[in-house]
């Protein structure tokens, strides 16, 4: 399953009110920004089924508790609200998911699973052509979305992409209260449905950017307006410090890369829309025992003791990616909940999930926890993952005196 985390509170936009262009080259700066979101504590577990037919929920049932029973939770959701489908231009917030690649949005033969949601109308569309092809894809928290694929122009403030296959949804499950209208996937061909070209892929051929990569920065500053920034086209030095760590994709599905972690090596999978960390039971369950973590079977997630512990006493994590190590420091991977009238809970963002790729092979899925500390980098000319420290790596969230006593 692709995982995705929402949460009750915040919610990451990438709105897309310009389109800046560097001076000598065309890369296209989305920028992020948060907004409050009312409701919904959705968990998003975006892996289609006929590709992960083997994986677990995961985070579906034990998120969904958790994240619902806390107040200060972070939606990680990233969003595009944009003039986006047809001539004239029909609008819709779509989550940009680098763990999934087909593109869907409501369609408006959709009835009551569907209020609330931007739906798309054919027939309002001069560019609309017909493909009729079945479509639909469930996801691992239970909730799905059918309907047919259509082919039209997607545009992106100006950027027309054409002959764009996408799917408009009459039928929706599990999807209510999500701010968002659809889902834009950003991984490779293999993922679609019905082996249609991902929007990234044609963006690219059809000469509309530079080089066939895309890159995030992710801001954790929770106070921030600016939540970061989304390129299409290359990168942006200006939000990393070093250089870049490349890793070659192992399998062209997700983004999945070798990695070594605390204890063994294993793969993993570089996901802007899940939040936590997710990793396989064998070894997640021996990490958090050695952060002192306990399992709360309320929650179904892993807490700590944080208000009789020093912080020191937590020790750093790290992950070995090309053989270069991305270290966690505790206030990075701690999640951090409640306020002095409600008390507070702290969370580890490391979640157990016997997840397998297409081979067989139990992977991690390294979330927003893991992406707001380092700038990440989607070469798909080159096959290849990039890491690079992020400018925001040394934020950290404001700790109420009553915890980690030193």
Known sequence: MMLKVTSTLLVMFIIVHLCEKSAGNDIFRIP????????????????PMKIMANSQKSLSS?????????????????????????????????????GSSDLWVPSSQCRSSCNGFNKY???????????????????????????????????????AVKNQAFAECTYLVGMTGDINDGILGLAFPRLTSDGEKPFFYNMWSQGLIPQAIFSFYLNPDTNATSGGELIFGGADPSKYT???????????????????NISSSTYAIADTSTTLI?????????????????????????????????????PNIT??????????????????????????????VFSPSDSKDSNGNLFWILGDFF???????????????????????????????SLFPT
């Open 371 to 401: 992406l707001y500390r380092y700038y990440s980098v989607f070469d798909i000319q080159n096959n290849r993952v990039g890491f690079a420290t992020s400018i925001s790596y040394d934020w950290m969230p404001t700790v109420d005196s």
């Open 121 to 159: 109308n054919s027939a309002e569309s001069a560019t609309y052509v017909t493909n009729g092809e079945k479509f639909s894809i469930s996801y691992g928290d239970g909730s799905s979305a059918s309907g047919i694929l259509s082919v039209n122009v997607v545009t992106i403030n100006g950027m």
């Open 32 to 47: 992020i920004h948060r907004a409050h979101r009312l409701s919904s504590y959705r968990t998003n577990s975006t892996v």
């Open 62 to 98: 034990y998120a969904k508790t958790s994240l619902a029973t806390s107040s200060v939770n972070e939606n990680l959701t990233n969003e595009l609200d944009v003039y986006f489908i047809g001539t004239p231009p029909q609008t819709f917030r779509i989550d940009f998911d680098t």
């Open 319 to 348: 992950f070995t990616i090309g053989d270069i190590v991305f270290i966690l420091t505790p206030l990075q991977y701690l999640w951090i909940t409640g306020d002095q009238s409600t008390g507070y809970i702290c969370y580890s």
């Open 278 to 314: 997710v990793g396989p039971t064998a070894q997640v369950d021996p990490l958090n025992g050695a952060i002192g973590a306990t399992y709360d079977s309320n929650s179904q997630l892993y807490t700590v003791d944080c208000h009789t512990r020093s912080l020191s006493s937590f």
């Open 242 to 260: 070093g250089s870049i760590t490349y890793i070659s994709v192992s399998i062209e599905g997700y983004w999945e890369f070798p990695m070594a």
